[in-house]
């Protein structure tokens, strides 16, 4: 039998594995071809993870696939390469002090990582204070829109998370009650530099100043995580005067995430902590492995060192010019985008993509359509296009709104053909009488560190 006919024979196994090998090639062209009808990432509006590499840094990556980022005795250029990362990252995020910080897989375990350093810290500056620290469970408090690994953090360490709720007047941080929800329990709080329904960031310069009050008036010991998995890594190039970062005396950690606007593939993230007090000693392991002593603070062990040698090769490529110029380009590219969604006279902009660049929008409530933003949804992804329809959370989930994420590989000419296909879609659900029988169900992929 024929490679070809091979091919067209060939099953997926389910549930067991085949009894005989299948030849490379075919096993290439049944998996391509199972992968054939899914969506072209470049399409897709819904994540924030970067869905494109130049040939180079695709190279680099390939031909590292095969270390492994733990084995830093063993692949002590690759660790070099790692701390050159954060030492570069700490530059950009304003430390001079003692600082700490390492690699994750994402966003999501850097934020695990800050949570429990606040959490253990917390713990024996709470006792030395004689709290009771068995008499309640610990607590965080975070806008309402945060994102779902702070949710699971609550959950894997035993935290008690403290929303406080968003309202149309305060789509971010409510500085006037976020104070109702911090007591003796509270690990800290975090500030979002990027919520991901909106796009909108916490005032945390107004949220230090807070804090620093407390703390004085209370002999207090309050502290500042910011998750800034989207905006982490894209404000220092765009908006380098606005204060959110280790400037502010209460901001002690920082996450990021490398594969959203640090421009990696997935998946890399980056935490910080200002200065070494801030991650408790028993938080950091020194592992004897193959032949060598090594701290790690990461969750992870083993994990691919691909993604930290392509986050330096962006580092070194781009520079700050670099970074400042694509960033540029992209909040362009979000700000066009929002001004044509305008234009309809149909939506109202949450986010017009000027502090990230994303666009987010709902529609008027004074027109009388017999379509929403699912049956939109529904309608730009006959034409490749994939943008969410999601409520937002508690308190405003009878608002639904829809959102774009501009990313590095959205050019303008791809954004033109959007905005045509975007109206036309439009055109069509005018023309159709749409009868709704049951409710629609949210579209929230791509909420993703």
């Keep these: 039998m024929t490679k070809e006919q091979n091919f067209l024979k060939q099953n997926l196994p389910e549930k067991k594995l085949l009894d005989e090998a299948t030849d490379a090639g075919t096993a290439y062209e049944v998996i391509k071809s199972y ?23 695709i190279k680099l990556m390939s031909e590292t696939f095969d270390k492994n980022a733990i084995d830093k005795s063993e692949y002590p250029r690759t660790a070099k390469l790692e701390s050159y990362c954060v030492n570069i990252l700490a530059d950009l995020w304003n430390t001079k002090e003692d600082f700490i910080g390492t690699s994750t897989v994402g966003s999501s375990e850097a934020c695990m990582l800050g949570g429990m350093a606040m959490k253990f810290r917390w713990r024996k500056l709470a006792a030395e204070k004689g709290v009771d620290i068995n008499k309640q469970k610990p607590n965080l408090v975070i806008s309402s829109g945060y994102q779902v690994c702070w949710e699971k953090f609550g959950v894997y360490w035993d935290v ?7 309202d149309p007047e305060h789509l971010s941080l409510d500085m006037d009650h976020v104070f109702d929800y911090v007591d003796d329990y509270t690990i800290g709080i975090v500030g979002i530099l990027g919520i991901t329904y909106t796009g909108k960031f916490d005032n945390i310069e107004e949220l230090d100043r807070r804090v620093e009050q407390y703390n004085q008036e209370k002999n207090g010991h309050l502290v500042i ?25 209460n901001v002690v950690s920082i996450n990021t995430s490398g594969h959203k606007y640090g421009l990696v593939y997935p ?31 990461a969750i ?19 520079g700050k010019e670099g970074y400042r110029q694509v960033h540029m380009d992209t909040r362009y590219v979000a700000m066009y985008l929002a001004k044509q969604v305008e234009e309809t006279g149909l939506f109202d902009i949450y986010n017009d993509g000027a502090n990230i660049p994303i666009v987010c929008y709902t529609l008027k409530k004074d ?45 303008l000419p791809m954004a033109k053909e959007l905005v045509q296909d975007f109206k036309e879609a439009i055109n069509e659900l005018n023309e159709m009488k749409i009868i709704k029988t049951v409710p629609r169900k949210s579209k929230t992929q791509g909420f993703t560190h």
């Design 300 to 318: 992870n062990f083993s994990r691919g060192a691909s993604q930290i040698i392509g986050q330096y090769y962006n580092f070194l490529k781009l």
């Design 225 to 249: 995580h910011v998750d800034g998995a989207s905006g982490g890594m894209f404000v220092p190039f765009t908006d380098p005067d606005l204060a959110w970062d280790f400037r502010l005396k």
């Design 160 to 166: 008690e998370l403290r929303e406080v709720p968003i």
């Design 267 to 297: 998946g890399v993230g980056w935490i910080l902590w200002r200065d070494r007090s801030y991650l408790p000693e028993e938080l950091i392991f020194e592992v004897s492995y193959l032949g060598g002593n090594m701290p790690t603070m």
């Design 367 to 411: 027109k009388d359509l017999s379509w929403d933003l699912y049956d939109l949804a529904d309608r730009l992804l006959m034409k490749g296009w994939q943008v969410p329809a999601y409520p937002l959370p508690a308190n405003l989930t009878q608002t639904i709104i829809q959102r774009f994420v501009c990313r590095a590989d959205l050019t």
């Design 35 to 57: 992968l054939i009808d899914e969506g072209n990432s470049r399409q897709n509006l819904a994540t924030f993870c970067q869905t494109y590499m130049d040939d180079e840094a």
